[in-house]
């Protein structure tokens, strides 16, 4: 796991060095929205919930991001984001009979750190693909027919790798510095522990869909001052300053 996240560290480090080396705006902004669980609990008829059409609405939560934006060149940016989620998946909704019968139900937290490319892809329209490397946490809370359970598997790990793979899109300018965006992400992960069941029930690792709505502006540009004066305001000031006897 210290491999996971110096790899991620470097990777991050890598991508905001060359932002910075473009001496280009900054953007910060937040967004909130729902998570869609995909993994072992729940799902369609299927033996469990690995594909969009799958998905047990009933298990949707909320989930809220930061993130901090800048330029590489024209077409690219780079990205360092955070996001904190709920998770949650539970038996009761699956189509499958035996699945129905397992009861299992599980509740938990998520927070990851990614670092990300946005590329352009339709200029005229703002829409851009979304690419990344992240670091996951996450803790699930699990129970059987009421009861509380260790879920079968090995030891839980409670940290992975995550890609983020998604779309976005520009709604609206607010004004000269802000924007108003949508986001669609999937967070494929390199663990079958996120919803804290694995072995001989589980076929595939455990990916999540985030939907966000988000809020952004922009800052002052790099190594320049937001404070350039115009040429009226220099005369004026040095007409209204104390002259020199």
Known sequence: MKTKLKNLTLTIIFIF???????????????????????????????????LWDLDYQSIRGMGQAFIRMPINKNTKARLNFAFASIAGNDKFAGDHEIRERGIQMEGK???????????????????????????????????????????????????????????????NLNKNSKIAFEIVTHYVNSDMVDGLAGPTSFSNDNFISVTMNYSVYLSDFGKSNFKRTNKEIIAEMKNSPQLE
Do not use: M, R, W
């Open 17 to 51: 060095f060359f932002s910075q080396k473009s001496k280009a705006q900054i953007e910060i902004g937040f967004g909130k929205g729902a998570l869609l669980y995909l993994g072992d609990l729940g799902g369609s008829p299927n033996s469990a919930a690995y594909h």
């Open 110 to 172: 998520i927070a990851q750190l990614a670092g990300c490319i946005n590329v352009n892809l339709i200029h005229k329209h703002d829409i851009y693909g979304i690419v990344g490397i992240g670091y996951l946490l996450y803790s699930p809370i699990s129970t059987q027919n009421g009861k509380s359970t260790v879920l079968s598997g090995s030891i839980l790990k409670n940290s992975c790798v995550s890609i983020p793979l998604g779309i976005g899109f520009k709604i609206a």
